[in-house]
């Protein structure tokens, strides 16, 4: 195993908790819903949010006093989707926007070749960005 495989192997580790947690909770999820005696119901999030659009605008415009685009709405993104997206939040420079958003695709994809070629790409780059990577999809499977 080369050093950049190892590398790319220590980051997915470092987020392994993260993803075990994320297969613990669709297993759970599976299972609830084959469960009959299970008597709590999960509403759709993306049911929820469009329920809660309309009075949410009229809140902006009674207290701002802005209009809202009729085009608004709420999307909901699936998790790899979602990951990705995080890597959207990154502040970072026009040359390296590209490496971040291919850094983000390979760790939302669990793809240890594509990561060490981000490293052997640029090893400086993978060290500063894989700390964004870490902490924002850290953050995605706690709320």
Known sequence: MSETDEFAEALLAQLSVEIN?????????????EDNEFKVEFGDTEKIAQTL???LI???????????????????????????????????????????DELFYAV??????KISDSIKKDTTKFLVYSTYVKSY???????
């Open 21 to 33: 947690e994320e297969k613990e909770i669709d297993s759970l999820s599976k299972k609830i819903k």
């Open 53 to 55: 659009l309309p009075g």
């Open 58 to 100: 009229q809140k902006v415009n009674d207290y701002m006093g802005l209009s809202v685009s009729p085009d608004l709405s709420i999307v909901g993104l699936e998790l790899e989707e979602l990951k990705r997206f995080k890597g959207k939040k990154v502040f970072t420079t026009k040359a390296a926007r590209q490496f971040v």
């Open 108 to 113: 939302s994809k669990n793809d240890l070749e």
């Open 137 to 143: 999809i850290s953050k995605i499977s706690t709320t």
